[in-house]
């Protein structure tokens, strides 16, 4: 693969670099980057949770204790539904009793649930200090710690409340995955595989040839996996950093996908919805002679592979379509589909009808 031993990308707005992924299989080299970013100076919060913290947050303490002024961590309870300003609160009093001014940083350490929470809480605190992604879930090492959306819940509303704030570095050591449980690797596999989809068919391919290792988290092949998809990750993001048009091909599955995940109440982790959503937006492509029937049956069967859940019961196909026009991805009461032309080119389309949608969840619906 043309990628295969790289192991740093950086990452560019308008032309000028603004942070460096470093991927890596382990945290040895996490003292010398902190060096390289001045960290000598500066106070550093580990923000993590109550699942992570236990497996690492001491390696990492002790670690870069040697070149930075004082290092002091903040534990949230592990989940989604602490994704909310009562725990940005928590971390704020922690900052302020441990007198956190303009120039210290914040460590994200954990998946997207911590890296958007610690992410918004460093775009607010003091009108934003700098902070560090050390993202530990493969969803949020090739998906949530790059592109610098932070935020968290309000009420039942996801992501409502949040902000741009791009981090200062991530450091992505794939060994971690290990300790992953296989349904939240799974997960992340659904993101993984749609960047493939999208953008990159020989990535996509490599993906299907290598599965094997894959599924047992090779700490090689990861990484390869990840950089492959941080590649295509950071070519949208750059294109276009604020979301207002290229970065919408990234949606690929997600506009049934997200309906399905809210009309199930998040029972279905979101990067399975977006695998079911892909599958259902290719029958779409198969029907408009975009795609082959091979092509949809091979992506069907490395679902499969990766014991992605396979279809959604209890549904109405009604009720998904009325859902999918709920949701935010409607532009002046169309909605933004994005289909495939072809394996590895996604575009944004407005003309799929109703009809198309009905036969579209036949694929993923009993
Ligand atoms: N900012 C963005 O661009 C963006 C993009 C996609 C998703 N997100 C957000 O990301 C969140 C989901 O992230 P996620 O899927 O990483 O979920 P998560 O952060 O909830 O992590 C999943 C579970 O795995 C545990 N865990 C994490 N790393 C582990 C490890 N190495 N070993 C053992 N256990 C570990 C966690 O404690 C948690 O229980 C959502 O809130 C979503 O909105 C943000
Ligand atoms: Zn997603």
């Keep these: 693969m043309k990628y295969?031993?790289?192991?740093?990308?950086?990452?560019?707005?308008?032309?000028?670099?603004?942070?460096?992924?470093?991927?890596?299989?382990?945290f040895e080299g996490l003292s010398q980057e902190l060096l390289a970013l001045?960290?000598?100076?500066?106070?550093?919060?580990?923000?993590?949770?109550?699942?992570v913290a236990p497996i690492y947050l001491e390696e990492i303490k002790s670690l870069i204790s040697g070149c930075c002024r004082q290092v002091t961590a903040y534990v949230i309870p592990a989940g989604e539904e602490n994704k909310n300003l009562d725990t940005v609160r928590g971390v704020y009093e922690h900052l302020i009793q441990n007198k956190y001014d303009r120039k210290d940083y914040l460590i994200a350490l954990g998946g997207g649930v911590v890296g958007d929470l610690c992410g918004f809480t460093?775009?607010?605190?003091?009108?934003?200090?700098?902070?560090?992604?050390?993202?530990?879930?493969?969803?949020s090492q090739v998906d949530s710690s790059i592109g610098g959306k932070t935020g968290v819940d309000f009420d039942s509303y996801k992501n409502m409340v949040g902000a741009f704030h791009m981090p200062k570095l991530v450091y992505t050591n794939v060994s971690v995955l290990k300790t992953l449980p296989f349904e939240q690797f799974s997960n992340g596999m659904g993101e993984v595989i749609?960047?493939?989809?999208?953008?990159?068919?020989?990535?996509?391919?490599?993906?299907?040839?290598?599965?094997?290792?894959?599924?047992?988290?090779?700490?090689?092949?990861?990484?390869?996996?990840?950089?492959?998809?941080n590649l295509i990750k950071r070519e949208v993001v750059e294109i276009d950093p604020t979301e207002q048009n290229e970065r919408a091909t990234l949606n690929f599955g997600h506009t049934l996908g997200h309906a399905v995940e809210k009309l199930m109440n998040l029972s279905i982790l979101?990067?399975?919805c977006v695998a079911l959503g892909a599958l259902a937006a290719l029958r779409i492509c198969k029907n408009r002679g975009l795609v082959s029937a091979e092509q949809v049956e091979c992506y069907r069967k490395t679902m499969e592979f990766f014991k992605m859940p396979m279809n959604v019961s209890g549904l109405e196909k009604h009720e998904v379509i009325a859902a999918t026009k709920n949701d935010k991805k409607m532009e002046a009461g169309v909605i933004k589909f994005i289909l495939l032309d072809e394996i590895g080119h996604a575009y944004i389309d407005k003309t799929v009808s109703e009809e198309e949608m009905e036969q579209a969840l036949s694929a993923i619906m009993v």
């Design 122 to 139: 460093a775009a607010t605190y003091l009108r934003g200090i700098g902070f560090i992604q050390i993202p530990t879930t493969l969803l």
């Design 194 to 229: 749609k960047h493939g989809l999208i953008r990159d068919k020989e990535y996509y391919e490599w993906i299907l040839n290598n599965k094997e290792k894959i599924i047992v988290r090779d700490p090689e092949i990861c990484r390869k996996l990840v950089y492959g998809s």
């Design 270 to 272: 979101h990067g399975h």
């Design 38 to 51: 001045g960290c000598e100076n500066k106070k550093l919060c580990i923000v993590s949770d109550s699942n």
């Design 4 to 26: 295969a031993n790289e192991n740093r990308l950086i990452v560019h707005l308008n032309n000028e670099p603004i942070y460096d992924i470093v991927l890596t299989e382990s």
